[in-house]
């Protein structure tokens, strides 16, 4: 069991910027990728549809021997990590929007949160949200429009920029002093945003988080890789392939599956 994979999924490109993490604190973990790029954003989707794409992503993880599974997308995490959890008896790793760091160290007691519309309306996020951010104003926008452009390649460009400045003016303008990134796309916007963004503005993403928690389960679990040669890493997409390998920029095994 050692040395199976560890399984991520994400709505797209997105969960990369959590794999770059994972693969960073465990070199040695074998690791299956699935970018569902064809139904991208899942955050318009309904609870219903999330759920059907995740527990579908997770069959096919799992058919593929993994060990563990990382949700790497917090649409999927706030509308299905429950059911996953309930329904399949392997351990599953999500990521939700940092609220609870940001909301603590806040001390102009007012953060942002830039996340989708499936998250931010989900009643994880509501419960999680409940708990940190009664004495916090707290500024949410739905990032519109930015997974498509990401999927499609065009982090650097006008359309982009354009509706950053949107989702933050009125962030900037309620004093927040922490900026919540919740959705996996969005770490790769964080050039554009310190661009826009005073310097005491801190940006939070939860990619090391998450390979922190994945690193503890696994010790507990006991399903750490014992293997000394370089790790399998394998990506597969049913989406495009070279925006795929843009973003990953390591050489890594892509390849193109319908699922
Ligand atoms: N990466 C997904 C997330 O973290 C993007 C959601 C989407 O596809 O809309 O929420």
Do not use: W
């Not at 960073?24 to 991208?40: H, Q």
């Not at 059907?52 to 706030?78: D, H, P």
């Not at 329904?87 to 790793?93: A, E, S, V």
Request: proline share 5%; aromatic share 6%.
């Amino acid at each position: 069991m050692k040395k199976q994979p560890i399984g991520i999924f994400d709505s797209g490109i997105g969960g990369t910027s959590i794999f770059k993490e994972v693969h960073t604190l465990l070199p040695n973990e074998n690791i299956i990728y699935l970018a569902d790029s064809k139904n991208a954003p899942y955050g318009n989707k309904s609870e219903e549809e999330i759920l059907k794409l995740s527990i579908k992503n997770t069959e096919l993880l799992i058919n593929k021997g993994c060990k563990l599974i990382i949700v790497a997308c917090n649409t999927a995490t706030t509308n299905a990590i429950n059911f996953l959890r309930e329904n399949y008896n392997i351990p599953f790793i999500g990521i939700e929007p940092a609220i609870k760091p940001a909301s603590l160290n806040s001390k102009s007691k007012s953060i942002g949160i830039l996340a989708t519309k499936g998250t931010l309306s989900s009643s994880l996020f509501h419960k999680t949200s409940g708990i940190y951010t009664k004495e916090i104003n707290v500024i949410e926008r739905i990032g519109e429009g930015l997974v498509p452009l990401i999927e499609a390649g065009k982090i650097d460009s006008d359309e982009i920029r354009d509706l950053l400045k949107t989702f933050i003016k009125p962030m900037l303008k309620a004093d927040i002093d922490h900026l919540v990134l919740g959705c996996t796309h969005y770490p790769y916007l964080i050039p554009e945003l310190r661009k826009l963004l005073p310097i005491y503005i801190k940006i939070i993403d939860s990619g090391l988080a998450v390979a922190k928690q994945t690193k503890a389960v696994l010790e507990d679990n006991n399903l750490q890789s014992d293997i000394n040669s370089s790790p399998n890493i394998q990506f597969y997409t049913n989406g495009n392939i070279k925006i795929l390998n843009a973003i990953l920029d390591y050489g890594f095994s892509t390849k193109h599956l319908d699922f």
